[in-house]
């Protein structure tokens, strides 16, 4: 294909400048639509339609005070305690231990205090002001139901468990975050349904939820779409560098150029940054979720059982349980069995729920050794910018990692310290 303009020129107009954006998840369509609105060229392009990723099926939390790294000094106590538990919050699929070992080793050099305190400097910029966002992007794109920026429940069955999460919430304030303690009285006069166990609970106040996470990457894709952006249905096999420093991108179906690319691809980005020479250690942390279609009692809100690591949250489709671990890698077959688990054990959270599952989902989240996404250029290659890594938070990320693509491909320096988050730091 003849290229369109010149890519030798320094600072090309984003209107003279061509975009290759890889994967239409919630973090790639974020990015594409923050690119179009400011003049780029813009084509998407995805093995699959958009949405249907790992951004399908989580639990649609727009959690802006999840910037600590859920994996710290608690959680790395807990683990035994969890891999004894079939119906534990984390699981470890061990005929696949040996392919993800390496990973996992590393990660276990960041479960520190202060780790998770420059991890939560970093990702602060990332998820606060995500509700606002949203709200704004799907009112323009016309489905203005999809987002609600409401309290998010977060309940406990033991006063222990509240009051850690006290101290832990304390800290998080100092960024902004806004936190109410419910009584029972308060929490029942929220959630009439809620178990008996269930006597403490905060409301998170700032965020919100989306009532169908994959229905909102669509509609955004298609707001890209109208403003004159390109979605390609199309798998990426091979990437390569031009002499003009601009990039083929080789395709199930051909192959296209572009003056430069965002890569977006998930869980599956360290394969295609190997393509342009650059070794990522990205591992994936696999999730689970059921659909009761007919759950027979009200929820109001959507709510967290921080003690099994999931949310029940109320969507379009149904009651939604969303959450947990599995380590696995990429390759693994779904283990169902641990949806089942979330079913069998939201009776206590709801007495009198109908746990029948209509449909069940296992996304893979992204997630480098340190929790931190890769964001910004990419270490070795020029023109290549790197978005993606989000872990348990790549739809709250989404609206800030666009913007600070925008303006990164702009030539303007965002207004927050991109190092943490550089492809070459480990
Ligand atoms: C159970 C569960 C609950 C969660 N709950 C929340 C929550 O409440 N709030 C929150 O903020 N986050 C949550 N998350 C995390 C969030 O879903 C992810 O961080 C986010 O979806 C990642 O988005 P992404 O765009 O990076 O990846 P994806 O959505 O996975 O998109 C990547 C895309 O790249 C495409 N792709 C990959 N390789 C290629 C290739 N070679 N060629 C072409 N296309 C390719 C894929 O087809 C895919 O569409 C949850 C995750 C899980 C699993």
């Given at each position: 294909?003849?290229?369109t303009?010149?890519?030798?020129q320094?600072?090309?107009?984003p209107a003279d ?5 890889i994967?239409?998840?919630i973090v790639?369509v974020n990015?594409?639509l923050a ?15 958009p949405g ?12 802006e ?7 710290g000094?608690?959680?790395?106590k ?6 004894l538990?079939p ?6 699929r061990?005929?696949h ?6 990973w996992l080793?590393?990660m276990?050099?960041?479960?520190s ?13 990332l998820t ?6 949203y709200?704004?992007?799907a009112a ?10 409401e309290?998010?429940?977060?309940v406990y069955?033991?006063?222990a ?10 800290y998080r ?7 109410e303690a419910l009584?029972r ?5 929220l959630?009439?349904a809620?178990?008996?166990?269930f006597?403490?609970a ?6 919100g939820?989306?009532?169908n996470?994959?229905?909102l990457?669509k509609v955004l894709?298609?707001?890209f779409?109208k ?6 249905r199309?798998e990426?096999?091979?990437l390569g ?6 990039f083929?991108?080789?395709?199930a179906?051909g ?7 965002v ?28 659909i009761?279609?007919d759950p ?38 779904p ?6 688990v979330m079913?069998?054990?939201v009776?206590r959270l709801l ?13 893979f989240r ?6 931190l ?6 270490a070795?290659?020029p ?6 890594g989000?872990?348990?938070v790549?739809l709250?990320?989404?609206?800030a990692?666009?913007r600070?693509i925008?303006r ?8 927050l310290?991109?190092?943490?988050f ?5």
């Amino acid at each position: 294909m003849p290229l369109t303009n010149s890519r030798a020129q320094p600072a090309p107009s984003p209107a003279d400048t061509t975009v290759c954006v890889i994967g239409a998840g919630i973090v790639g369509v974020n990015c594409a639509l923050a690119l179009v609105k400011e003049g780029f060229r813009v084509t998407v392009v995805d093995r699959a339609p958009p949405g249907e990723g790992c951004s399908f099926g989580n639990a649609g939390i727009l959690a802006e005070w999840s910037f600590v790294p859920i994996f710290g000094p608690d959680v790395l106590k807990s683990v035994p305690k969890y891999l004894l538990d079939p119906t534990g919050p984390l699981t470890i699929r061990w005929r696949h231990l040996p392919h993800i070992l390496p990973w996992l080793l590393r990660m276990l050099g960041f479960a520190s205090v202060a780790h998770q305190r420059r991890a939560a400097e970093a990702m602060h910029h990332l998820t606060m002001g995500c509700s606002e966002a949203y709200e704004a992007l799907a009112a323009e794109a016309g489905a203005p139901e999809l987002v609600r920026r409401e309290r998010i429940l977060q309940v406990y069955d033991s006063e222990a468990d509240f009051k850690k999460a006290e101290a832990d919430l304390a800290y998080r304030i100092r960024y902004g975050v806004k936190v109410e303690a419910l009584d029972r009285k308060a929490l029942s006069d929220l959630e009439p349904a809620l178990g008996p166990d269930f006597r403490w609970a905060h409301g998170l106040l700032a965020g919100g939820r989306t009532t169908n996470p994959g229905r909102l990457t669509k509609v955004l894709a298609e707001a890209f779409v109208k403003r004159g952006g390109t979605l390609k249905r199309d798998e990426v096999r091979g990437l390569g560098r031009l002499a003009d420093g601009g990039f083929r991108i080789a395709t199930a179906g051909g192959y296209f150029e572009a003056d430069r690319i965002v890569l977006a691809a998930g869980a599956f980005s360290h394969k295609l940054a190997a393509m342009l020479g650059e070794r990522i250690p990205l591992g994936t942390e696999r999730g689970y979720h059921a659909i009761l279609a007919d759950p027979g009692v009200q929820v109001n809100h959507a709510i967290g059982w921080k003690a099994r690591a999931f949310y029940a949250s109320p969507m379009e489709m149904g009651l939604r349980l969303a959450g947990t671990v599995e380590l696995a890698g990429l390759d693994a077959a779904p283990d169902y069995a641990r949806a089942r688990v979330m079913a069998d054990l939201v009776p206590r959270l709801l007495p009198g729920v109908k746990t029948e599952i209509e449909t069940q989902w296992m996304g893979f989240r992204p997630t480098l050794p340190d929790s931190l996404p890769v964001l910004g250029p990419s270490a070795v290659t020029p023109g290549l910018f790197h978005a993606f890594g989000h872990q348990h938070v790549g739809l709250t990320c989404g609206p800030a990692t666009g913007r600070i693509i925008a303006r990164l491909m702009k030539g303007e320096t965002p207004n927050l310290d991109l190092s943490p988050f550089r492809s070459d730091r480990f």
